[in-house]
């Protein structure tokens, strides 16, 4: 038996939402504001929901990706308007300007701070935060001083590159003053302006509909997923998980304990390596998931004792699949994968991500090849910006009960997308001129990046045919192509922290009273069935007791009951159980 600890969890009354203004779709409100203010998120939410067509989508608890994807393909198109003409007006400039052009292009590579993007979101957080804190300290700088010292560094850096450009170059005959005119005109006016336009839409948007007041009331929500996307893109509640690589929990988070551990089933009173013929199993494993489903469903009902009850908690059952294994699968065919499609070669769409419940319950049990299946006890708690997932396996292989638990967390979406908690929605002067500075710093970015980002969008239509070809000779060719989903868009916006103490003790209370569940039915099932609990009683006295702390708050050693059993606890050497703690602190930069 093995047994790991990583991070702290919380127990009972009132877990699903606790005591405070947690707006219930705040992770999907967050991830809106991302795609808002970060660039390159923006631009992988189009990507991966819009623009992928064969590859199937990973959850995303808690999150309506619909909605997410709005904001992002406005985003993208308000970063279309913003470097086409910064791209043409640097054009233009370098054909009546080439020297002087040059000069202050290069220099700007010296002098770019906050980067191009909408999409320096983290920065935007840290400069709030900033600026909140020289308010109580008496020391903010006024806004007009930043705005006019970035100001005079870029005429500066303009009038150097123009005096070098007007005696090496000059074939207009422009003169020093005209290329200055024409280069203030073209490389400081033109990408200023057009980055205020993006970014003064970016925060009129968070003002105006991203704020937890104006977001609730948001009726404009779409009735369902946009073409293209599953059903479960609405919450991310699907059934059939089809992953890539190594981990078929993508979606679910960081990985915060896992145990496992093996038992022989045999009579009650019968000794181990007593001579005698093993019993047939007094009950079938479909029973006993069964079971395990229905005593956790029944955690969050109104008869649960009030000091068990866990109201917020789902419990479904989950098929995993690697996403190599479709069109070679010894269990269901490809229709079940993707229905409605007789052809020998896959539809030109995503896999299914939801099965019927027959095909679920045929993968129950399955101790061999990559169909699993794993009971999933889910919370989702602080507006769905904390969501603790506990993957349970059972098989049953001869006599011997195998049981894996999994227990993993999504922890709160990163701070740099969280602006619309603390925007004011009405906008003061000194908030304008801020935003003046905001874009002009940017603008730097924005003149350096401009070219490469409007030929990236000229030449999306046939970057998408061309991928989708080489995608189809892909499929064609190999087997074992992998269809399955490696990017979950709420991992990404992870901020892989918790923000205070009592997440952290949330987590780990929650945790702990669903794998008491989990342990106090199998007891009370064998028992009922009459068999030995002698093993299972060692294995739960490891499970429950591992966390254990020593004095000073230290986790010390390794501890082991039982015959064969062990556990680790931080430890490296060849554990097969995982420690991958989310780390405390409010972290989480974009």
């Known amino acids: 038996m093995t047994a790991s600890q990583d991070v702290p969890h919380q127990t009972a009354t009132g877990a699903a939402e606790p005591a405070g203004p947690h707006d219930k779709d705040a992770a999907t409100r967050y991830l809106c504001a991302g795609a808002r203010l970060d660039e390159n998120f923006a631009r992988t939410v189009v990507r991966e929901l819009r623009q992928e067509r064969f590859r ?62 909408t999409g320096t979101a983290a920065t935007l957080r840290s400069r709030l935060s900033a600026d909140s804190a020289a308010v109580v300290a008496g020391r903010k700088e006024p806004s007009f001083l930043v705005l006019a010292r970035n100001l005079v ?14 005696h090496v170059l000059d074939w207009l005959g422009l003169g020093f003053v005209g290329q200055f005119l024409l280069g203030l005109l073209l490389l400081v006016g033109a990408p200023w302006l057009a980055t205020m336009q993006q970014l003064d839409a970016a925060w009129q948007v968070l003002r105006e509909q991203l ?31 089809v992953y890539s690589g190594y981990n078929p929990f993508v979606g679910a988070g960081d990985e915060v304990t896992s145990w496992n551990f093996a038992m022989r089933l045999r009579p009650k009173g019968q000794q181990p390596g007593q001579a005698a013929d093993t019993p047939p199993l007094p009950f079938g494993l479909p029973e006993l998931v069964e079971r395990l489903a229905s005593d956790l469903d029944g955690l969050r009902n109104e008869s649960s004792p009030v ?48 099965l019927p419940r027959e095909q679920v319950v045929r993968a129950r049990g399955l101790a061999d090849g990559p169909v699993r299946h794993c009971l999933c006890a889910q919370i989702r708690s602080w507006g769905s910006d904390l969501v603790l997932s506990v993957f349970v396996q059972v098989t049953v292989t001869g006599s011997t009960l195998y049981v894996q638990a999994n227990t993993l967390v999504l922890t709160p979406v990163r701070e740099a997308y969280r602006l619309g908690d603390s925007i004011a929605r009405a906008r003061s002067e000194e908030d304008v001129v801020q935003a003046w500075a905001d874009a002009l710093i940017r603008s730097r970015g924005v003149l350096l990046t401009a070219p490469a980002g409007a030929i990236s969008e000229l030449r999306t239509d ?79 006295e490891v ?35 995982t420690q991958k703690p989310a780390q405390p602190g409010a972290g989480g930069g974009a």
């Open 307 to 354: 000091a068990d009850r866990l109201p917020g908690l789902v419990v479904t059952e989950r098929v995993f699949i690697n996403g190599s294994d479709l069109q070679n699968n010894p269990l269901y065919g490809k229709g079940t994968f993707w229905p409605g499609h007789s052809s020998p070669l896959p539809a030109e769409s995503r896999p299914a991500d939801t």
């Open 56 to 117: 199937a989508t990973a959850p995303s608890y808690g999150v309506d990706l619909g909605r997410v994807l709005g904001h992002a393909e406005q985003a993208v198109h308000q970063l279309r308007r913003r470097d086409l003409p910064v791209a043409a007006a640097l054009l233009a400039s370098l054909l009546l300007l080439p020297v002087g052009t040059a000069v202050y292009w290069v220099a700007g590579l010296f002098l770019l701070r906050g980067g191009a993007q």
């Open 211 to 241: 704020t937890p007041a104006a977001f609730a009331a948001d009726t404009r929500r779409p009735a369902t997923p946009p073409a293209g996307l599953p059903q479960s893109a609405v919450g991310g509640d699907a059934n059939l998980i």
């Open 153 to 166: 560094i870029q005429v500066v850096v303009l009038v150097v590159a123009c005096l070098i450009g007007s």
């Open 462 to 540: 046939s970057r998408i045919r061309s991928r989708e070809r080489k995608q189809r000779r892909a499929i064609a060719n190999d087997r074992r192509y992998d269809f399955g989903a490696s990017l979950s868009l709420r991992e990404l916006a992870s901020s892989h922290a918790y923000r205070n103490l009592f997440q952290r003790t949330d987590v780990t209370r929650l945790g702990k009273q669903i794998e008491l569940q989990v342990l106090h039915t199998l007891a009370e099932f064998l028992a009922e069935h009459g068999l030995d609990l002698g093993e299972l009683n060692q294995h739960r």
């Open 543 to 577: 499970i429950l007791n591992h966390g254990i702390m020593m004095t000073g708050g230290v986790m010390t050693g390794s501890i082991a009951a039982g015959t064969g059993a062990s556990a680790t606890i931080g430890g490296s050497g060849g554990a097969t159980s």
